[in-house]
C-alpha cells in the first residue's frame, strides 16, 4: 500500500520555541492532507485540512496562528507548532488522501510525531 | 458527516471471529462506512469501507444492513495482533478523506 511518512517520529522542545513537522507521500500525489492530533487515551482529533497551493481549512476551535499548515506541492504539507507550551505536547497525525473513485478515498497515516514541550 | 456509535470495549479468542458492531442511523445516502484501526502509537490504518453492498478484502468483511443503520467489522481469524482499536466512520464524498474519529471499539484479543 502507499506509504505517507512523517518526521520527526518524536521532539522535546523549549516552551516558546517552533516546531515543524513535515508530512509526505511517498508514493502518490496528494492534494489533500489532514492533521490530526491526539492526546492521551483519547480519539484523534481533525485539526485542518491542508489543501495544496491553497490556504488550509482550520476545524473550529484550532488557532490558524499557532498552528501554521503549508501544503506547497503535491506530496508534501507541514505543520508548524509556533511558541509552543506544555499544553501543546500531544501525538501529531498527518493522513494523505487516495482517492478510489465515486467519491470514495483511502487515507494513509504518517506514524505519527510526538511532540513534548518542556 | 454522520455520528456513529461503537461499544467502547470488546474481548476476542485468539483465532475465533471477532464480530464488531458499529451503528449509524443518521447515515446519509452518499456517506460510505469505512473502518480504520489504530494500534498503540501508530498512525491509523485503512480496513475496509463499503457503501450499500457487502464487502471483503484479505482483512476482513464488511457487513452492512439494508436500511444502512448499522454495520459489522468481522476478523474472521483474530490473532493477538489485532489487538488494537478499531474505529467506524460514516464519510461523505463531499468530503473525502476528511475523517471524524468517535471513540471507537478497543478490541482485545485474548490468547
Known amino acids: 500500500g502507499a506509504v505517507v511518512s512523517q518526521h520527526p517520529s518524536w521532539v522535546i522542545c523549549k516552551s516558546g520555541t517552533s516546531v515543524k513537522i513535515e508530512c509526505r507521500s511517498l508514493?502518490?500525489?496528494?492534494?489533500?492532507m489532514f492533521w490530526y492530533r491526539q492526546f492521551p487515551k483519547q480519539s484523534l482529533m481533525l485539526m485542518a485540512t491542508?489543501?495544496?497551493?491553497?490556504?488550509?481549512?482550520?476545524e473550529q476551535g484550532v488557532e490558524k496562528d499557532k498552528f501554521l499548515i503549508n501544503h506547497a506541492s503535491l506530496t508534501l504539507s507541514t505543520l508548524t507548532v509556533t511558541s509552543a507550551h506544555p499544553e501543546d505536547s500531544s501525538f501529531y497525525i498527518c493522513?494523505?488522501?487516495?482517492?478510489?473513485?465515486?467519491?470514495?478515498?483511502?487515507?494513509?497515516f504518517g506514524q505519527g510525531t510526538r511532540l513534548t514541550v518542556v | 458527516d454522520a455520528k456513529t456509535t461503537q461499544p467502547p470495549s470488546m474481548d476476542c479468542a485468539e483465532g475465533r471471529a471477532a464480530n464488531l458492531p458499529c451503528n449509524h442511523s443518521?447515515?446519509?445516502?452518499?456517506?460510505?462506512v469505512y473502518w480504520y484501526r489504530q494500534i498503540h502509537s501508530q498512525g491509523p490504518q485503512y480496513i475496509i469501507h463499503g457503501l450499500k453492498n457487502n464487502e471483503t478484502n484479505e482483512m476482513a468483511s464488511l457487513i452492512i444492513t439494508e436500511d444502512r443503520k448499522s454495520s459489522t467489522l468481522i476478523l474472521p481469524h483474530a490473532t493477538l495482533r489485532d489487538t488494537a482499536v478499531y474505529y467506524c466512520i460514516a464519510s461523505g464524498s463531499s468530503n473525502t478523506g476528511k475523517l471524524i474519529f468517535g471513540q471507537g471499539t478497543t478490541l482485545q484479543v485474548k490468547p
Open positions: 508514493d502518490f500525489q496528494a492534494t489533500t
Open positions: 491542508s489543501n495544496e497551493g491553497s490556504k488550509a481549512t482550520y
Open positions: 493522513s494523505a488522501i487516495f482517492l478510489l473513485g465515486q467519491g470514495a478515498g483511502e487515507a494513509f
Open positions: 443518521t447515515i446519509s445516502g452518499n456517506e460510505y
